[in-house]
């Protein structure tokens, strides 16, 4: 297996990009990619951006929202949490099995004195239900990559936070994620060992001892950098392409509006009473990109006397 060199960045729109590129531009061989991000929630590809995290919290701890082109629910990275991507050959009998992926991650932690098993989630959890790990994958003319997380050291905290939904959503199309009890693999050790310590017996679990590593061209770097700018770090990727929603905006007053989004851009607006409307100028929201930060600022001013405007 071939260990594909990061340039150790920890810029989740980079590592998305550079996952997506191996497995698309790779036919044949085995490769792992192992990398760490700033804290962001990594959102799947069928899921409402605006349904998944508290965007309050998110906005005020400098977490960064970024989808993938994988399927499955949304996982929070940050730097106490390590990230694997397994690329190869793509076959039927290796679509939604996750176990031979995921055997040298358990037998590591075996060795460690941790006992794992994989869910019907797709997960690695404890003996006890509680989750380390959450994985998914994506197949493509004849390849496939499997990835997954693994909380070592993670901020529970801030992963809890930031994966407590503040929205009213209905009529939600789109992939929920399923609530688990988490828990982070250096409490559970048998032994004291440090991130860096764990993430090279990670990588020699899959790769050997003195794995090939692979450096790609400045030219290819620069395809990574591209596809990281034109699409992981584009609105019409990350909050675009987002299911159509409806979400429930209460006022002061006690009334509320209903606000219809499709493709993460309002499309209509409506008072759940005829009385609710006066005084909002609410149709000038038709139309604008949807977010709760600039919907909350709208009321603000309105309530203010500023008119509202987004």
Excluded: C
Aim: without cysteine; glycine residues 8%.
């Amino acid at each position: 297996m071939i260990l594909i060199d990061n340039r150790n960045s920890s810029d989740p729109r980079l590592n998305l990009a550079l996952e997506e590129y191996v497995v698309r531009t790779r036919k044949e061989g085995d490769y792992l990619l192992v990398y760490i991000n700033e804290p962001t929630v990594v959102i799947g590809k069928h899921q409402n951006a605006l349904e998944e995290i508290n965007h309050t919290f998110a906005g005020a701890n400098g977490i960064r929202l970024v989808r993938r082109i994988s399927g499955g629910g949304a996982v929070y990275h940050d730097e106490g949490n390590l990230n694997f991507s397994l690329i190869t050959d793509h076959s039927p009998e290796k679509h939604n099995n996750y176990l031979p992926f995921l055997s040298p991650v358990l037998d590591l932690l075996t060795r460690m004195g941790v006992e794992g098993r994989l869910n019907n989630r797709n997960s690695l959890v404890l003996s006890d239900g509680r989750k380390f790990s959450g994985n998914a994958q994506f197949a493509s003319r004849g390849r496939m990559m499997s990835h997954g997380t693994l909380l070592f050291n993670t901020n529970l905290s801030a992963l809890t936070s930031v994966l407590s939904p503040e929205a009213n959503v209905e009529n939600s199309k789109a992939v929920q994620s399923v609530r688990s009890d988490v828990v982070n693999l250096r409490e559970e050790l048998s032994e004291e060992i440090d991130q860096e310590v764990f993430t090279q017996e990670l990588i020699r679990s899959y790769a050997g001892l003195n794995p090939t590593v692979e450096v790609l061209a400045e030219s290819e770097w620069r395809e990574v950098e591209e596809l990281a700018r034109t699409k992981y770090d584009s609105w019409e990727w990350n909050f675009g392409r987002t299911p159509k929603f409806v979400v429930r905006q209460v006022i002061e007053s006690g009334g509320a509006f209903l606000l219809r989004v499709e493709d993460g851009v309002i499309q209509g607006v409506i008072p759940d009473a005829p009385e609710t409307s006066l005084n909002y100028p609410f149709q000038t929201l038709v139309g604008k990109p949807f977010s709760f930060e600039k919907v909350a600022d709208f009321f603000r001013q309105v309530r203010e006397g500023e008119g509202g405007t987004v």
